[in-house]
C-alpha cells in the first residue's frame, strides 16, 4: 500500500520568512495530494491540494509543487505569519473520492514573532 | 464543501463498554471514513463505510472492535468496542463531496477511557 513520509517533524520559522514542507509518496498510481492544517483541537482543514497532471499550484501565500519523477510534493508558505502555526499534513490518494487518503506523519510549524 | 455533524464531541468511558459515534453529513456521499488520530500523531485509517455494503478495514483494525454502520448516504456510526486506555484517541469522521472540495472531517469525537 501507499506510504508517505515528511520532512521535517518540527520547523521553526521567523515570523514573514518562508516556510518549506516535503513528503515522499511510494505508490505511482498516487495522483491527488491535499494538505491539511489542523491547529490545536481543531480538526483537519484542507488548504491546498493538486492533482497528478499538474506541477505546481499556488493560492496566495501558499504553494504545492508536485514532482511525479521523483514522488515527492512540497508545501510552501511564504511571508509566514503567526496564525500559521499549526500542525501541516500531507496526504496522497490514488483515485480522488473513490479512494483513501494516506496520511504523512506531520509537522509542527512555529512562527516565531 | 459538506457539513460534517459529528457527535460526541467528547467522552469518558469505563473500560469494557462501548461507545457510538456518529457522523451526518448534510449531503449524500458515496463513501465515509472514519480515522484514528492519537495524541501528537497522525491520522490513521480505520476503515471506509460505502453504504449498502460491508465497511472495509484497514490492517490491524477488526470489524468485531470497530463495528460500522452505513443505513444511507448521510450518516454512518463507528462503535468502539470492549475499549480499553490504549483506545483513548480522536476519532474523525470523513467524506469527499466531488472535484474541487477535497476530504472534508468532522469535528472530532474525544474519547478518554479510564
Known amino acids: 500500500g501507499e506510504n508517505v513520509e515528511q520532512h521535517p517533524s518540527t520547523l521553526s520559522v521567523q515570523e514573514g520568512d518562508s516556510a518549506v514542507i516535503k513528503c515522499t509518496y511510494s505508490d505511482s498510481a498516487s495522483n491527488y495530494f491535499p494538505w491539511y492544517k489542523q491547529e490545536l483541537g481543531k480538526r483537519p482543514q484542507l488548504i491546498i491540494d493538486i492533482r497528478s497532471n499538474v506541477g505546481e499550484k499556488k493560492d496566495q501565500r501558499i504553494a504545492v509543487t508536485l514532482n511525479k519523477t521523483a514522488k515527492h510534493f512540497s508545501l510552501h508558505i511564504t511571508e509566514t505569519q503567526p496564525e500559521d502555526s499549526a500542525v501541516y499534513f500531507c496526504a496522497a490518494s490514488s483515485a480522488f473520492g473513490n479512494e483513501k487518503l494516506t496520511f504523512g506523519t506531520g509537522t509542527r510549524l512555529t512562527i516565531i514573532p | 464543501s459538506a457539513v460534517i455533524s459529528q457527535k460526541p464531541s467528547r467522552d469518558i468511558c469505563q473500560r469494557g463498554t462501548s461507545l457510538t459515534i456518529q457522523c451526518q453529513v448534510d449531503?449524500?456521499?458515496?463513501?465515509m471514513f472514519w480515522y484514528r488520530q492519537q495524541p501528537g500523531q497522525s491520522l490513521t485509517l480505520i476503515a471506509t463505510?460505502?453504504?449498502?455494503?460491508?465497511?472495509?478495514?484497514e490492517s490491524g483494525f477488526v470489524i468485531d472492535k470497530f463495528p460500522i454502520s452505513r443505513p444511507n448516504l448521510t450518516f454512518s456510526t463507528l462503535t468502539v468496542s470492549n475499549m480499553s486506555p490504549e483506545d483513548s484517541s480522536i476519532y474523525l469522521c470523513s467524506v469527499v463531496q466531488g472535484l474541487g472540495y477535497g476530504y472534508t472531517f468532522g469535528s472530532g469525537t474525544r474519547l478518554t477511557v479510564v
Open positions: 449531503s449524500q456521499v458515496t463513501m
Open positions: 463505510a460505502n453504504q449498502g455494503s460491508e465497511a472495509t478495514y
